[in-house]
């Protein structure tokens, strides 16, 4: 068993998917863990060098049981990429509690809970972790209180697991992307919005999936062999030129 495997959490659609299609393009297997079974089944069926796992990354038994059945398969794991979320949006008036934690349980939570349960297999091969946060996670906007703030956990959490992963060869590193052109996103921003985030990001363009995949799949690979704890904001500019958009405040 000697072809590297990625394990990719939100495989089912978006960034999950076209990062676990650009690491089959580099040689690599790929497990692919989703909840929604379904979609799943369905981004899975074209695709080989595959293997599909259903899982709910907030719930730790479900957790400890996926991981059993990977290397139960697979006999190993090189990377794994934490890219599982919940995208809820909304003023913090409005955020009870119990949306509060849908949100952490799954961004924040779930990172936690699938890297501890991957250290033993990534220590044995030298791996790799990638979290993905967001922009939302560096700096403050409207409407995100909950998920902003699970995402600037998961910067931070990175960072921990660099430094204390460092040792034993394991390198974590953390991509934030920006404004990506996804079908969820093209179909929820009205036109307004779509032109405030043109004018605002320096590339004049919302990123596409593949653009982060790219990302991803890099720190994972060998030309990232010392690149650990940094956190790669993959979003044409938009970091760099200010917070917040009118378009974006109700």
């Known amino acids: 068993m000697t072809q590297k495997l990625a394990l990719v959490t939100g495989a089912a659609r ?4 076209a990062t676990t299609r650009l ?7 790929v497990a692919m863990i989703d909840r929604d079974v379904p979609a799943l089944e369905a981004a ?11 899982c709910d990354v907030s719930i730790p038994d479900a957790v400890d049981q996926l991981f059993k059945d990977v290397l139960a398969r697979f006999g190993r794991i090189d990377a794994l990429v934490n890219n599982a979320g919940v995208a809820d949006f909304g003023p913090i008036e409005e955020t009870d509690f119990a949306r509060w ?14 890297t501890q349960a991957a250290v033993p297999a990534l220590k044995e091969t030298k791996g790799a972790i990638v979290n993905i946060a967001s922009i939302s996670g560096l700096r403050a906007s409207t409407l995100r ?43 929820v921003h009205t036109p307004e919005i779509i ?11 919302y990123g596409s999936e593949e653009e982060i995949g790219e990302v991803i799949v890099f720190l994972c690979s060998a030309k990232a ?16 030129t200010g917070v ?5 405040r109700t």
């Open 44 to 54: 899975a069926a074209d695709l080989q060098g595959v293997e599909t796992f259903v």
């Open 14 to 17: 978006g960034i999950g998917l």
């Open 101 to 114: 934690r849908r949100v952490m349980e799954t961004n924040l939570d779930g990172v936690f809970l699938m």
């Open 145 to 187: 209180v909950a998920y902003g703030t699970s995402k600037a956990g998961v910067i931070h959490l990175t960072k921990q697991q660099a430094a204390e992963l460092g040792e034993y060869g394991i390198r974590a590193n953390c991509v934030c992307p920006g404004p990506v052109r996804t079908k969820l996103a093209m179909a």
């Open 225 to 240: 062999s010392y690149v650990t704890g940094q956190v790669i904001a993959s979003d044409g500019g938009f970091e760099s």
């Open 244 to 248: 917040g958009l009118p378009a974006l």
């Open 23 to 29: 690491f089959l393009r580099e040689g690599w297997q």
């Open 195 to 205: 032109a405030a985030y043109h004018d605002a990001i320096p590339l004049n363009r």
